[in-house]
C-alpha cells in the first residue's frame, strides 16, 4: 500500500518560519524524486520544489527561491520543506508527490505517479 503523508501546516505569520514533512511508505523510496506542490483556494496547483533520488540536485519555484529548501532523509524514507520569510501568498495545501523522473526546470503534476492528501499552510497576520 503506497502512502505518502504530509504533515506540519499551521497558521503562521508573515515573515515567519515552518517546517513541512511527507513521510512515504509502500514503494522503493531511494528510486523516486521526490517534490513539494501546493494548491490556494480557487487557483491550480502548482510546483514548489523538488529533490533528487540522492539529495544531489534541487529545483525550486521562483517565488520560493532563496526562501525554502527541500530536503530528504532517505533511511528514514521522508521528504522535508523548510519554508522562511513567509509570506501570505504561501497560504495553500502543500503537497508531496514522487516520481521517478527528473524533470529540471521543467515540473508539473502529470508527472508524479504517487500523491499525498495534503497538510494546510496559512500565512495571516
Known amino acids: 500500500q503506497v502512502q505518502l503523508v504530509e504533515s506540519g501546516g499551521r497558521l503562521a505569520h508573515p515573515g515567519g518560519s515552518l517546517s513541512l514533512s511527507c513521510t512515504a511508505s509502500g514503494f522503493t523510496y531511494t528510486d523516486y524524486s521526490m517534490a513539494w506542490f501546493r494548491q490556494a483556494p480557487g487557483k491550480d496547483r502548482e510546483f514548489v520544489a523538488a529533490?533528487?533520488?540522492?539529495?544531489?540536485?534541487?529545483y525550486f519555484e521562483d517565488s520560493v527561491k532563496g526562501r525554502f529548501t527541500i530536503s530528504r532523509d532517505n533511511a528514514k524514507k521522508m521528504v522535508y520543506l523548510q519554508m522562511n520569510s513567509l509570506k501570505p501568498e504561501d497560504t495553500a495545501v502543500y503537497y508531496c508527490?514522487?516520481?521517478?523522473?527528473?524533470?529540471?526546470?521543467?515540473?508539473?503534476?502529470?508527472?508524479?505517479?504517487?500523491w499525498g492528501e495534503g497538510t494546510l499552510v496559512t500565512v495571516s497576520s
Open positions: 508527490a514522487a516520481t521517478t523522473l527528473w524533470r529540471g526546470h521543467r515540473w508539473h503534476d502529470y508527472d508524479m505517479r504517487y
Open positions: 529533490i533528487s533520488s540522492s539529495s544531489r540536485m534541487t
